[in-house]
């Protein structure tokens, strides 16, 4: 996943502790508040289990003041003491990704993007930059238009945030973009699944069809508003003309980021709960049938000529 930036990075952190043998005691202990490496930057983590495997330990730590979907085992090279010191470098990280760090130390899922956007929320530019109704960048101050609460809770599948992860070093570490148009497009993808489920239940169910339209419909609408990294932005107003839908140009890769966005969308449509429901369950196959076909669906590299043509310094994320 967060490999490439995370090894750059790990040596302005001065991860040492990588570098230590393995050992019968651990470094850290079930329920430490830490640092943790995602991405380019530092957060703060805490660590829930802690287990000895094949002579290594790994941490399962909780990102704090995010969903608990970005939860996952570590290794003890990704982890640094919560010190006042390491505090330091880790405003330090944010300062040179351009971050502001007085917002670092917000608590709130609200005021997470602005120290966290680039390594998380923004990894996916999906998680809370938009969500609470403000865009990355935005300063409104519009926070609290959506309760954690009673946004709906799409487990999107471990591999499958591992490909959000990946694209988002792709695009913004990177500067590469996804080479348009794709195939399968998402129209593709929602056709195929369509198939799929007929065949699996011997018949078209009519609601199968109504939530796929839907996906799309949302897809097309939200796709320029809050599913684009800015790097893409100009590669979208190229490929997408004469009122042609995101639908039949864009692939799995942008469609997988729409998943992040819909409890946030769903948020602010009137659904009854017991409908909410169901669609959580077909959401969620949705997304096991796209981890089942993820090596096909999915590109495993993306081309680095689009976004270096013409890209100038102020164009970077």
């Given at each position: 996943m967060g490999n490439s930036s995370k090894d750059d990075s790990a040596s302005d952190g001065d991860t040492s502790s990588g570098d230590t043998p393995p050992s019968k005691s651990s470094l850290y202990s079930e329920g430490e508040k830490v640092l943790a490496y995602?991405?380019?930057?530092?957060?703060?983590?805490?660590?829930?289990?802690?287990?000895?495997?094949?002579?290594?330990?790994?941490?399962?730590?909780?990102?704090?003041?995010?969903?608990?979907?970005?939860?996952?085992?570590?290794?003890?090279?990704?982890?640094?003491?919560?010190?006042?010191?390491?505090?330091?470098?880790?405003q330090a990280l944010d300062k040179k990704q351009g971050v502001d760090k007085n917002v670092k130390s917000g608590r709130s899922a609200q005021t997470k993007p602005k120290s966290s956007t680039d390594a998380k929320v923004e990894k996916e530019d999906l998680k809370n930059n938009v969500s609470k109704g403000k865009k990355r960048k935005s300063e409104s101050g519009v926070e609290d238009n959506v309760s954690l609460e009673k946004l709906v809770k799409i487990q999107i599948p471990s591999t499958l945030r591992k490909q959000l992860v990946d694209d988002w070093e792709f695009v913004t570490q990177q500067d590469k973009l996804v080479k348009l148009p794709r195939s399968p497009t998402v129209d593709d993808i929602l056709t195929k699944y369509l198939e799929y489920r007929a065949k699996k239940d011997g018949m078209m169910t009519d609601s199968i069809g109504e939530i796929l339209k839907g996906i799309r419909c949302y897809f097309d609408k939200a796709l320029p508003v809050m599913l684009l990294y800015k790097k893409e932005r100009k590669q979208y107003h190229e490929a997408v003309v004469d009122n042609v839908s995101p639908s039949t140009v864009y692939g799995a890769e942008h469609l997988l980021r729409l998943f992040v966005k819909l409890p946030e969308l769903l948020a602010f449509v009137n659904i009854e709960e017991e409908t909410l429901t169901r669609l959580q369950q077909k959401v969620l196959d949705f997304l096991k049938f796209l981890q089942k076909n993820q090596?096909?669906?999915?590109?495993?590299?993306?081309?680095?000529?689009?976004?270096s043509e013409g890209k100038g310094k102020g164009k970077d994320d």
């Open positions: 995602h991405g380019p930057r530092l957060y703060e983590a805490k660590v829930q289990k802690a287990e000895l495997r094949k002579k290594e330990w790994r941490y399962f730590v909780h990102y704090l003041g995010w969903n608990k979907n970005w939860d996952e085992w570590v290794g003890v090279d990704r982890l640094m003491k919560h010190t006042e010191e390491n505090v330091l470098k880790q090596s096909t669906f999915f590109l495993s590299a993306y081309d680095g000529s689009k976004v």
